[in-house]
């Protein structure tokens, strides 16, 4: 449509030699509309996400797990919040719920909290939607909290780059001993380095991921920077054209490809299907060279089976983000093993993806608050998987 490319001094150009009165059908004002028109209806939209008036007394109610603590939401986040949102802490909630039930009309999780129960839904008669922070859905009933006309929305895009940058970091920190090695290099009993200490080439190895999805598939990408050979087992098949980018090969059997990989990452959500996907048989398929490497959530790998594997040397070693519990109690006898790295659940612990997921979760509630179709809104199939 020729409007498309018409700048806005066009359609007030008077022609060379012509007096403005002699235009007639000339004047395009069916094309000045057509201009104007998706203009205002962007501006429209925007009003919707504009700051409100410090004087504005009526913001939408959001529960929130607390505004300190360990479990509270991120402090630096709190002014942003509300210049949009009346905020209402769990605890608020609990010792006065007749007061501020009517008037929440969005949960906020943030670090899987506050827990959104039947009993939680019931007492939110206003309720619209539960924003919650990252990829993961296995703090939340899809089922449940359906079947009460919420909605749901998630903040994937946010999280996979940080976390598949974790993925990798625990790769080669594992592969390359780091953790081990920063022991050695500053204990007060250390007089030399041995030539024997030595760890994994991670250059030319194969790595296997379980799950490739937005994260693994940019753990692949990465990957691909260290000319390793990938492998990937996932629910569906990527495009071919996919998997040529990064140099991906698919397993149609998880068996092949433990069998075959130097590094297995765990990248997959944790549902029914995937708790203790990794377990001792999967294991005992695994190199005994391998490294295993979980981004994924603690209850895919069987624990008491890995601690033995680590152990007897069935496997090399770990590297966890995740675990269950976490933390993890501290007698726990992967706090003791030397072949195991640890990190506290921080994949995607960076300013900016924290902050890119306020915005998300933001968005998400505004939008459902209006009317308008909700960003990283989470649909259920018909079998009550994520769509």
């Known amino acids: 449509m020729e409007t498309a490319h018409t700048s806005a ?3 007030f150009r008077v022609p060379v030699g012509r007096a403005p009165g002699s235009m007639r059908t000339e004047t395009r004002v069916g094309h000045l ?29 959001v529960l929130v797990s607390g505004l300190e603590g360990p479990h509270g939401i991120c402090e630096d986040h709190i002014g942003d919040l509300q210049k949009h949102f009346t905020l209402v802490t769990l605890q608020e909630f609990l010792e006065n719920n007749t007061r501020f039930g009517p008037k929440v009309q969005a949960v906020y999780i943030w670090g899987g909290k506050p ?8 007492s939110l008669p206003a309720l619209k939607i539960i924003a919650s922070a990252g990829a993961g859905l296995d703090h939340l009933d899809l089922k449940l909290i359906a079947s009460c006309g919420v909605k ?10 940080p976390t598949a940058d974790m993925g990798m970091a625990l790769l080669l920190a594992a592969a390359r001993r780091v953790v081990e090695g920063h022991r050695l290099a500053i204990a007060p ?16 190895a194969t790595l296997g991921i379980i799950g490739m999805g937005s994260i693994g598939y940019k753990i692949a990408q990465r990957a691909k920077a260290f000319d390793m050979k990938i492998l990937y087992h996932n629910r569906k098949r990527r495009k071919l054209e996919e998997e040529e980018a990064v140099g991906a090969t698919y397993c149609e059997s998880l068996d092949d490809l433990l069998q075959r990989s130097d590094f297995v990452l765990l990248a997959v959500s944790l549902t029914p299907q995937t708790q203790r996907l990794i377990g001792k048989r999967e294991l005992n398929m695994m190199k005994p060279t391998a490294i295993l490497v979980n981004i994924g959530r603690g209850l895919l790998v069987d624990q008491d089976a890995l601690v033995q594997a680590l152990q007897t040397g069935v496997i090399k070693g770990a590297a966890l983000d995740v675990t269950h519990p976490e933390p993890l109690p501290r007698d726990h006898p992967l706090l003791k093993l030397e072949n195991v790295t640890l990190t506290p659940h921080a994949g995607s612990a960076t300013h ?14 505004l939008a459902s608050l209006h009317g308008l179709p ?14």
Not at 115 to 122: D, P, S
């Open 9 to 11: 001094p066009e359609l």
């Open 33 to 61: 509309a057509l201009w104007i028109s998706p203009i205002c209806v962007l501006l429209n939209t925007l009003c919707i996400f504009k700051e409100p008036a410090m004087g504005d007394q009526d913001l939408p109610g």
């Open 115 to 122: 827990a959104v129960t039947q009993e939680l839904l019931q």
């Open 152 to 161: 749901v929305a998630n903040t994937p895009q946010a999280v996979s780059s």
């Open 189 to 204: 009993d250390t007089e030399n380095f041995s030539t024997n200490w030595m760890g994994q080439e991670v250059t030319g």
């Open 352 to 365: 900016q993806a924290r902050r890119q997921m306020m915005e998300n979760l933001v968005a998400s509630i």
């Open 374 to 387: 909700i960003p990283n809104e989470v649909r259920l199939n018909w079998d009550n998987s994520v769509a």
